[in-house]
T-cell receptor, first 115, second 111 residues
Framework: GAVVSQHPSRVICKSGTSVKIECRSLDFQATTMFWYRQFPKQSLMLMAT?????????EQGVEKDKFLINHASLTLSTLTVTSAHPEDSSFYIC???????????FGPGTRLTVL | GENVEQHPSTLSVQEGDSAVIKCTYS??????FPWYKQELGKRPQLIID?????GEKKDQRIAVTLNKTAKHFSLHITETQPEDSAVYFC??????????FGQGTTLQVKP
């Protein structure tokens, strides 16, 4: 299957700082990547759809100025959590699908803890 | 709106028994239905999927059935083993291309 990597796996930051998370498709090109957030014992909630070369599409209720998404190449999308607060602490996971494929493959996730 | 309902939220079975998880979706244009298994702290892993032109698909101990008319799909695990214990998520691909996930089912297989 296709491989998606994510970095870092864990990050701890102070309140008010910004954190960048990278998502890479290692063996395929992805014009679209997806960013999810998962709170403990809950489902995956789609935050936004990252589109290569254009603006991301955000889900209702997700602040685009707080969660900055950049999809600068066909293999890399980044999510920046700006001015992080403790309530932003969560498990952030990206996914991507190979061209013309339905199946989404997930990255290993990033555990963000905001102190 | 786009919604996927999943039941039950928790399921406990004895090793060797079967487990069934059911999902209902709202978008009649959905045409792809994957099932993911997620272990604690890990990424979701695709275990089986089905497309809308197929009613049933099987892969060893795992099977998925789809009823397009009723907008229901189900995951069946036979001869369960302790290593099947995890959280299982169903999902439906809606007309916009994104996946909508169910709430998840925590499966516990008792030895």
């Amino acid at each position: 299957g296709a491989v998606v990597s994510q970095h870092p796996s864990r990050v701890i930051c102070k309140s008010g700082t910004s954190v960048k998370i990278e998502c890479r498709s290692l063996d395929f090109q992805a014009t679209t990547m997806f960013w999810y957030r998962q709170f403990p014992k809950q489902s995956l909630m789609l935050m936004a759809t990252s589109n290569e070369g254009s603006k991301a599409t955000y889900e209702q209720g997700v602040e685009k100025d707080k969660f900055l998404i950049n999809h600068a190449s066909l293999t890399l999308s980044t999510l920046t959590v700006t001015s992080a607060h403790p309530e932003d602490s969560s498990f952030y996971i990206c996914s991507a699908a190979p061209p013309s494929a339905d199946t989404q493959y997930f990255g290993p996730g990033t555990r963000l803890t905001v102190l | 709106g786009e919604n996927v309902e999943q039941h039950p939220s928790t399921l406990s079975v004895q090793e060797g028994d079967s487990a069934v998880i059911k999902c209902t979706y709202s978008d009649s244009a959905s045409n792809y239905f994957p099932w993911y298994k997620q272990e604690l702290g890990k990424r979701p892993q695709l275990i089986i999927d089905i497309r809308s032109n197929v009613g049933e698909k099987k892969d060893q101990r795992i099977a998925v059935t789809l009823n397009k008319t009723a907008k229901h799909f189900s995951l069946h695990i036979t001869e369960t083993q302790p290593e099947d214990s995890a959280v299982y998520f169903c999902a439906a691909k809606v007309h916009t291309g994104k996946l909508i996930f169910g709430q998840g089912t925590t499966l516990q297989v008792k030895p």
